[in-house]
């Protein structure tokens, strides 16, 4: 399984959210990210698209980290996993899919959205979770709260998020890192922009320079 702490250095501190209308464009999308300085991208599971995007970059971009996004039960966890997901992302805390990512041996990134959620997930050992939709259920706000009563758990706040407010989120001390969509916008993926996709992601992570 890839360690959490690979999987931060290796996004540079973001985690691009992207829904994909074709397979076809996966490897050039992942290239444009990764020249930009992310190495990691979440392909959600909501178009027919998803699973065959995961797998050509999981095939032919050894060096990208690719997880499957919006992963709601144990059928889409396994497909997944079957196409070559690094990792496995849902927007709340599944057990269904807990269970195939531990049989897997998978890094799963649950979301929770509340006190009790993050109790829930941390209980099951998860100290790396998803807060999700941050800036619905009170954004850097709780996120600092959180903190005080699991000081165990790192966070990474996705929905809502966007270049106003991810330096706001990155600041915090128990987040590394934060996904979201407004990285790849779809027009651009659509229209195969890749050197603005680089060149948009080589301008959000060169203003958090990590260490
Ligand atoms: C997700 O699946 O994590 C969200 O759709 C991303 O949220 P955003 O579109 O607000 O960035």
Redesign the pocket.
């Known amino acids: 399984m890839i360690d959490v702490s690979t999987f931060v250095a290796k996004s540079g501190g973001v985690v691009p959210?992207i829904t994909l209308n074709s397979a076809d464009v996966a490897p050039d999308l992942a290239d444009a990210l990764h020249e930009g300085g992310c190495g990691v991208l979440e392909i959600?599971l909501r178009t027919p698209a998803a699973l065959g995007a995961i797998q050509k970059i999981a095939e032919d971009r050894p060096g990208i980290m690719v997880g499957a996004?919006?992963v709601l039960t144990d059928q889409d966890a396994e497909a997944s996993v079957a196409a070559g997901a690094d990792f496995l992302?849902s927007?709340g805390f599944s057990t269904a899919v807990h269970e195939v990512a531990s049989a897997t041996d998978t890094l799963y990134l649950p979301g929770v959205a509340t006190v009790t959620e993050a109790m829930t997930a941390f209980s099951r050992g998860y100290t790396f979770q998803?807060l999700?939709?941050a800036e619905v259920v009170g954004g850097a706000a709780l996120i600092r709260a959180l903190g005080s009563v699991l000081p165990e758990v790192r966070f990474c706040p996705?929905?809502?998020?966007d270049a106003d407010n991810y330096l706001d989120y990155l600041a915090l001390s128990n987040v590394d890192v934060v996904?979201?969509?407004?990285l790849t916008p779809g027009d651009l993926v659509d229209a195969g922009k890749w050197a603005l996709v680089t060149q948009q992601t080589r301008e959000v992570l060169e203003q958090y320079p990590r260490s």
Do not use: Q
């Not at 996904?179 to 407004?182: A, L």
């Open positions: 959210v959600t996004g919006t992302v927007p998803k999700f939709p996705t929905g809502g998020i996904g979201g969509s407004w």
